[in-house]
DNA sequence: TATTTTTATACATCAAAGTATATATTTACA
DNA sequence: TGTAAATATATACTTTGATGTATAAAAATA
């Protein structure tokens, strides 16, 4: 299992490499020390949260994109999402049903996780 | 425009608040220090990568998932959308029951709409 | 091979993590 | 209710590691 810093160092790599930057091109832009950077792609330290804000300024992607593995995403929630954005064309009355059940499954949810909690006691 | 530090924290804490977990559980499984782990709710400090990865494993979530914006709220209407959210902690075959069910709304929306369309020539 | 360009590393400084403790909040019992 | 005990969250202080600065090493270009 890759670690996440390496898969961070990889996509911030890949993603300068792909544009052609040099390392000192990309800190130009993004007032990170062209060190620092070279630290980051190696994998050396771990960039800070605003560190990988300046990036994805620089490279024009959410923050989100420096933590996708490469193989094959994980994408379970983008179909669902889709499906999400259909419910809403339903009418009033088929939504809250649909709304009852989703309310009914996370209930359930939840007090299997309190009977774990009191398990665990 | 919120701060990405804290858009992870709100982030973390909702996800922590919704699995009814206190500060002290939530490390207790991640050997992160629970002050630590305050001051990350907080946005007192920048979490390490290294921390919310061991986070993600705790919620069960991709770390991308921390860096999510809420943005996608305004497209959808709201209450529906935080249990999207949480539908996402529901176990695997949970999960599929309940698309399942979406799925045949949906069809059946589809169906009535290809109806009156019918009708409408 | 000299020069320029690109990338990597040594060292100082500041912020996150780790430890211990304090403060707040909830719960249990008189 | 009031209050003691327990639980939950926050904060001071030390240690460790990321950032900033300067410089060295490596690679490319002429």
Excluded: H, W
Excluded at 4 to 33: G, H, W, Y
Excluded at 64 to 72: I, P, T, V
């Amino acid at each position: 299992m890759i670690q996440t810093v390496e898969l961070v160092a990889k996509n911030i790599k890949r993603l300068r490499e792909f544009k052609s930057f040099s390392q000192k091109e990309v800190c130009a832009d993004s007032t990170i020390p062209q060190g620092q950077y070279s630290r980051i792609e190696n994998a050396k330290v771990e960039p800070s949260i605003s560190t990988l804000e300046k990036l994805a300024l620089v490279f024009e992607v959410d923050i989100a994109e420096f933590f996708k593995s490469d193989d094959l995403e994980q994408e379970v929630n983008l179909p669902l999402m889709q499906k999400i954005k259909m419910i809403d064309t339903l009418a009033k009355d088929e939504q809250q049903a649909l709304l009852k059940m989703i309310d009914l499954a996370l209930a359930n949810k939840r007090m299997k996780d309190n009977l774990q909690t009191l398990i665990a006691q």
